[in-house]
């Protein structure tokens, strides 16, 4: 079997792993509203955990060559798969109306978005290549110090006030992504 199927059969099966579990959640806490205090200490535990200041700088500029090449390489090759799946992403708008047409919408969506991080990550792995000191000022300003206690806070007193809110929010994400993944394997597979 060559590698590009089954990675992407891999990638499939955890999306929908993915989606089944948001699809969960979203109804347990809907039908258990009063849940969230469960889901609030680990969510907390990993927020503490994603605060830890990490400095790589060093390192990074030691092998700029290295890195900068890697980056400009990785989206040089993104952005060329990209042109190949803009072609099919056309062919399916245009394949007919209704579903397909909103499918084709979020796709463009979803690749416009990508394509647009690429240029930015080619223009930052160009930068690293050819002078990293010109992203002094980008790193001064990543550096600084996040009040994530700040946002928790008030992530945890929405989700509080509308827990219902939430589980909603997460069943609907869980159940549209779920169906698309499941019609996307089915096409794959051919079934």
């Known amino acids: 079997m060559a590698v590009a199927p089954l990675l992407l ?3 499939l099966i955890l999306a929908v792993i993915g989606s ?15 849940a969230n205090g469960v889901l609030e200490r680990p969510a907390a535990d990993a927020l503490r955990h994603l605060s830890r ?9 030691r092998h700029h060559r290295w890195f900068g090449g890697g980056i400009v390489v990785g989206s040089f090759a993104t ?17 007919g109306g209704g579903f397909r047409s909103v499918e084709a919408w979020l796709w463009e969506s979803l690749l416009l978005f990508v ?5 930015f990550t080619l223009a930052a792995g160009l930068l690293i290549l050819i002078r990293p000191s010109g992203l002094k000022g980008f790193e001064s300003w990543a550096n600084r110090r996040v009040a994530v206690e700040q946002w928790r806070q008030s992530l945890l007193t929405a989700i509080r006030n509308r827990p219902r809110l939430l589980a909603a929010l997460l069943v609907a994400g869980g159940g549209f992504s779920l169906f698309s993944l499941l019609r996307l394997l089915a096409r794959v597979r051919g079934w």
């Open 53 to 61: 200041p990490v400095r790589v700088e060093r390192f990074v500029y």
């Open 20 to 34: 089944l579990a948001g699809l969960v959640l979203g109804a347990w806490l809907f039908l258990n509203p009063g």
């Open 79 to 95: 952005l060329v798969a990209l042109g190949g799946y803009a072609r099919r992403i056309i062919v399916l708008a245009e394949s």
């Open 115 to 119: 394509a647009l991080g690429n240029f």
């Open 9 to 11: 059969s891999v990638l």
